[in-house]
C-alpha cells in the first residue's frame, strides 16, 4: 500500500517497574486494513491495546494518528481525535438503556449528537449490530453475547477512524462466530480500520489483512496471515522449540 | 411534558409555596421546623447532585455548609447581604476546585474517607487561626435578619437547586456523571473529559452547601467551629440522601421529610442518646431500603416506561437463541 498510514506505532515501551511489557514495538496500520495483533498469553497485546488507546501512559517511543502525536494523551482526548475501543472483559453501562450506552458514545468530540438526532443515530446503530429491540432495556439485564454487542454499537458511537477491539470475537459459538465476522467485515465496507487482538484462527484467517505478532512484548512477525502463523520464530513462541 | 413531569412539577412548587408561607401563618416553632426542612432538603439535594450519579459519597457536606456560615460571621457585618452570600458561595466553589483537583482521582472508600478527613482538618485550621491570630475562638453574628428572612431565602435558594438538578438531568455533563457512575473507564474511552465533569458538579454542589450555609448562620447568635463544622450534618445530610433514594431530584425530599421529624423528636426525648439512636437509623435505612424511598416506590407503582420493555419482548425468544 503507497497510502500514508492511518495508525504509526514507533519504538513503543511500556514498563511495569522491572517488567517490561512492551518492548519496542513498531508497526504501521493503513486506512481500511484490518490488522490482527497476536501472540501468546502475557505477550503484550492488550498492553499495547491500552498504550493505543490511552488507557496507558507509553514509557517510550511515539503513537501517531495520521498526523496527530497521541502517545501519553488521556483518554478522552484520543477517543475524540477518533479511536474507539472495546475491552478485553465486556464493559457496558450497566444502570442505563442500550439506547443510552450508545447515545453516552455520541454525545462528546467533534460531530457529537444530542437530543432526537442522537436517539435516531443510536437506534441506527444497535440495528446494524442486531440489537434493535433491546433499546430500552438497562444494559446490565443482557446475556453476555448482547452486551458484547453493545459495546461494540457504542464503539461505533464514538464515531472511530480506528477501531480496536480486544478478544471481540471470544466466547461466540461457531454461528455467532459466522455472524460476527460477517459484520466486522461489513464495518469494514464502511470504511472503519480495525486493529483486533484475536486468537480465534478460523476469524484470523478470514478477516485480518496483516497480522503483527508478539512475543515477550517485542514483534516477532509482521506479514499476511498465512506468512505469518507459518513462520518459525511464531511456531517458535507459540509451541516451543521442539516444534518449530 | 408528561403527565407524571407535571404532577411532580406541582408537588414541587405547592410545598414550596407552603414552606414559604409559613412565617405568615406558622408560629415560631413552625418557622425554626420550615428551616430544618428547606436546609436540610437543599443541602441533600445539593448533596444527590454529585454523589448521586456519579456514587463519589462526600463527606465533605460540613465543610462547604461551615465555609459558608463563617463568611457571614467574618465579613457579615461589613459587606451588604448580598455580596456575603455571593463571597460564600464562590469560596465554597473555589475550596472544593483545589480540593477536587487532589481527591477525585481517589475512589470509593478512599474517597469517603478524604472527605471526612476534609471536613476535621478545615475545622481545625479555623480553630487555629481563630485561637492565635483572630484572638477569640468564637464569633458573634449580629445580623438584622429575621427567621422569616431566613425561611424566604431558604425557600428561593431549595427552588435554585431543584432547577439547577433539572437541567442538570437534562445536560450532557448529567449524562457524563451518569456515565461516571457505572464505568469511569468507558466514560473516557467515549471521549468524555471525567475530571472537569467531577470537578464542575463537586464544585458547584459545594457552592450551594455553602450558601445554604451562609443563609442559616445569623440564626445562632454565635459561631465557633465545631457548631459550624459539626460532622454530623454531614452523616444526616447523607443518610437523608440515601434513605431518599439518590438516584432521583426528588429522591433526597423523601429522605429528609421523616428523618427531620424523627431527629427533631430525638433530640427533644433522649437528648443523651442521640447520636446512638442516629447510628442505629443509619443502619437501618441501609440494610432495609437500600435502594431509597424512590426507589421503593417506583418498583410498586411501576416504572416511568413500563410500556417499552414489554414492547421489546416478543423479540426476546429469537434473541435469545440466535
Same mark, same amino acid.
Given at each position: 500500500m503507497t497510502r500514508a498510514p492511518i495508525l504509526t506505532v514507533d519504538g513503543l515501551s511500556k514498563r511495569?517497574?522491572?517488567?517490561?511489557?512492551?518492548?519496542?514495538?513498531?508497526?504501521?496500520?493503513?486506512?481500511?486494513?484490518?490488522?490482527?495483533?497476536?501472540?501468546?498469553?502475557?505477550?503484550?497485546?492488550?498492553?499495547?491495546?491500552?498504550?493505543?488507546?490511552?488507557?496507558?501512559?507509553?514509557?517510550? +517511543? *511515539?503513537?501517531?494518528?495520521?498526523?496527530?502525536?497521541? /502517545? $501519553?494523551?488521556?483518554?478522552?482526548?484520543? %477517543?475524540?481525535? @477518533?479511536? &474507539?475501543?472495546?475491552?478485553?472483559?465486556?464493559?457496558?453501562? +450497566? *444502570?442505563?438503556?442500550?439506547?443510552?450506552?450508545?447515545? /453516552? $458514545?455520541?454525545?462528546?468530540?467533534?460531530? %457529537?449528537?444530542? @437530543?432526537? &438526532?442522537?436517539?435516531?443515530?443510536?437506534?441506527?446503530?444497535?440495528?446494524?449490530?442486531?440489537?434493535?429491540?433491546?433499546a430500552d432495556r438497562p444494559a446490565g439485564e443482557l446475556t453476555y453475547l448482547d452486551q458484547t454487542r453493545l459495546e461494540l454499537a457504542r464503539a461505533l458511537a464514538v464515531r472511530p477512524r480506528l477501531l480496536l477491539l480486544d478478544e471481540w470475537l471470544a466466547g461466540l459459538n461457531p454461528s455467532e462466530l459466522v455472524e460476527g465476522i460477517a459484520l466486522l467485515r461489513a464495518l469494514r465496507e464502511d470504511g472503519i480500520t480495525m486493529v483486533l487482538v484475536e486468537h480465534v484462527m478460523d476469524a484470523i484467517r478470514s478477516l485480518c489483512d496483516r497480522c503483527v505478532v508478539m512475543n515477550a512484548g517485542r514483534k516477532i512477525a509482521d506479514a499476511q496471515p498465512e506468512a505469518a502463523l507459518s513462520d518459525p520464530e511464531v511456531v517458535r513462541a507459540y509451541l516451543g522449540d521442539d516444534d518449530a | 411534558m408528561t403527565l407524571r413531569q407535571l404532577l411532580l412539577l406541582t408537588a414541587g412548587v405547592g410545598l414550596l409555596a407552603a414552606a414559604a408561607l409559613t412565617p405568615l401563618i406558622g408560629s415560631g416553632y413552625a418557622m425554626s421546623m420550615a428551616i430544618n426542612l428547606l436546609m436540610f432538603t437543599a443541602l441533600a439535594t445539593a448533596w444527590a447532585l454529585f454523589s448521586g450519579p456519579t456514587g463519589y459519597i462526600s463527606l465533605a457536606t460540613v465543610a462547604f455548609f461551615g465555609i459558608g456560615a463563617y463568611t457571614v460571621a467574618v465579613v457579615g457585618e461589613a459587606l451588604p447581604w448580598g455580596l456575603v452570600l455571593a463571597l460564600a458561595a464562590g469560596l465554597g466553589f473555589l475550596v472544593a476546585l483545589v480540593v477536587g483537583l487532589s481527591t477525585l482521582r481517589l475512589r470509593g472508600v478512599y474517597f469517603v474517607i478524604f472527605t471526612f478527613g476534609l471536613a476535621e482538618l478545615i475545622r481545625q485550621l479555623v480553630t487555629w487561626y481563630e485561637a492565635n491570630h483572630a484572638g477569640s475562638v468564637g464569633r458573634f453574628v449580629f445580623l438584622d435578619i429575621s427567621q422569616a428572612q431566613i425561611v424566604w431565602q431558604l425557600t428561593a435558594v431549595t427552588a435554585v437547586v431543584f432547577l439547577l438538578g433539572a437541567l442538570l438531568q437534562r445536560s450532557r455533563l448529567g449524562l457524563t456523571l451518569r456515565m461516571i457512575g457505572d464505568?469511569?473507564?468507558?466514560?473516557?474511552?467515549?471521549?468524555?473529559?471525567?475530571?472537569?465533569?467531577?470537578?464542575?458538579?463537586?464544585?458547584?454542589?459545594?457552592?450551594?452547601?455553602?450558601?445554604?450555609?451562609?443563609?442559616?448562620?445569623?440564626?445562632?447568635?454565635?459561631?465557633?467551629?465545631?457548631?459550624?463544622?459539626?460532622?454530623?450534618?454531614?452523616?444526616?445530610?447523607?443518610?437523608?440522601?440515601?434513605?431518599g433514594g439518590a438516584g432521583r431530584l426528588y429522591g433526597p425530599l423523601l429522605g429528609v421529610i421523616p428523618l427531620v421529624l424523627l431527629f427533631e423528636y430525638l433530640s427533644a426525648h433522649f437528648p443523651n442518646h442521640f447520636s446512638i439512636l442516629l447510628g442505629v437509623t443509619f443502619l437501618a435505612i441501609v440494610y432495609l431500603v437500600p435502594n431509597g424511598v424512590a426507589g421503593l416506590a417506583e418498583r410498586y407503582l411501576g416504572r416511568p416506561r413500563p410500556s417499552q420493555p414489554a414492547a421489546a419482548a416478543p423479540a426476546q425468544p429469537k434473541e435469545g437463541t440466535s
Open positions: 511495569f517497574g522491572g517488567l517490561v511489557a512492551v518492548d519496542g514495538l513498531s508497526f504501521s496500520v493503513y486506512p481500511g486494513e484490518i490488522v490482527g495483533l497476536l501472540g501468546p498469553n502475557g505477550s503484550g497485546k492488550t498492553t499495547t491495546m491500552h498504550l493505543i488507546s490511552g488507557a496507558l501512559k507509553p514509557s517510550a +517511543g *511515539s503513537i501517531r494518528l495520521g498526523g496527530d502525536e497521541i /502517545a $501519553g494523551q488521556p483518554p478522552y482526548r484520543i %477517543a475524540r481525535l @477518533g479511536i &474507539a475501543r472495546t475491552f478485553q472483559l465486556v464493559r457496558v453501562l +450497566g *444502570s442505563m438503556t442500550c439506547l443510552e450506552n450508545v447515545q /453516552a $458514545g455520541l454525545a462528546f468530540g467533534p460531530g %457529537a449528537l444530542a @437530543g432526537k &438526532a442522537a436517539a435516531q443515530r443510536a437506534h441506527a446503530l444497535l440495528e446494524r449490530v442486531g440489537m434493535h429491540p433491546l | 464505568d469511569e473507564t468507558v466514560a473516557l474511552h467515549c471521549g468524555a473529559n471525567t475530571t472537569a465533569a467531577k470537578l464542575l458538579a463537586f464544585s458547584l454542589s459545594a457552592a450551594l452547601m455553602a450558601l445554604v450555609g451562609a443563609i442559616v448562620a445569623p440564626r445562632w447568635t454565635y459561631l465557633d467551629p465545631t457548631i459550624a463544622f459539626n460532622p454530623v450534618v454531614s452523616f444526616q445530610v447523607l443518610i437523608m440522601a440515601l434513605l
